[in-house]
Structure formats: C-alpha cells, structure tokens
C-alpha cells in the first residue's frame, strides 16, 4: 500500500510554512527550530544539512538523531485527528511536529510545549 503523498514531500517545502505560521503570530523562526530539534533530536547543523539536502519526510524522521521519548505526551487535533490516536507511526511523527509549531503559533508557554514527564 502507497504511502501518503505528505511522506515524499521535502521537509524544505514544509519548513517556511510552519516559519511563517509562528511569524505571522508574532513569533520567531527560532522558536520553530527549537521544537523541531526537540521533537527530533536534530541539532542546528543537522537541521540545516536536511533543509540543503532536500530530505523528503519520511527520510527527515528516519535520520532524526532520537524522537524525544516525551513525544508521546503530544496530545490533541490536528486538522481534525487527534494525535494521540494516529496509527501509522510517520504519520503520528509528523503530526507531532505540526501540533507544536501551532503551540508556537498560538504562544503557548516554551516549558509547556516542550513536554516534560
């Protein structure tokens, strides 16, 4: 079975989307790396080469470093799922990442969107 079209996208078309999400809400481009390198384990440098490289997603999360073990404290909908309750686990990855880049863009507190257990 083929996979969602979302999997072959590169994550360096997706990258300015959630950028200028935070920034039309008064946030930052930092604020956006922040999560993501917490979420997937990427340093900066890390993060940069898969934007050069135009990783597609699935490639993105399969050479993360480490998914943060607290991934599985996101909870909540994301264009009309919630989280928690997705099966397929790129996709839950992803979704993850979608969720706390809108917790960025709605200013919820950094300590808040960083789950700790």
Same mark, same amino acid.
């Given at each position: 079975?083929?996979?969602?079209?979302?999997?072959?996208?590169?994550?360096?078309?997706?990258?300015?989307?959630?950028?200028?999400?935070?920034?039309?809400? !008064? *946030?930052?481009?930092? &604020?956006?790396?922040?999560?993501?390198?917490?979420?997937?384990? @990427?340093? #900066?440098?890390?993060?940069?080469?898969?934007?050069?490289?135009?990783?597609?997603?699935?490639?993105?999360?399969?050479?993360?470093?480490?998914?943060?073990?607290?991934?599985?404290?996101?909870?909540g909908?994301?264009? !009309? *799922?919630?989280v928690? &309750?997705?099966?397929?686990?790129?996709?839950?990855?992803?979704? @993850?990442? #979608?969720?706390?880049?809108?917790?960025?863009?709605?200013?919820?507190?950094?300590?808040?969107?960083?789950?700790?257990?």
């Amino acid at each position: 079975m083929a996979g969602h079209r979302i999997f072959t996208t590169s994550f360096a078309s997706i990258y300015p989307h959630y950028v200028a999400k935070a920034e039309r809400k !008064g *946030h930052t481009k930092a &604020e956006v790396d922040q999560v993501i390198t917490w979420l997937t384990g @990427y340093d #900066d440098a890390g993060l940069a080469k898969t934007l050069t490289d135009e990783v597609d997603m699935e490639t993105f999360f399969a050479q993360s470093p480490q998914m943060n073990p607290n991934a599985s404290l996101i909870t909540g909908s994301i264009c !009309g *799922h919630k989280v928690q &309750e997705i099966e397929d686990p790129l996709m839950q990855k992803i979704r @993850y990442m #979608d969720k706390l880049v809108d917790e960025v863009a709605k200013g919820k507190k950094m300590t808040s969107i960083l789950r700790s257990s």
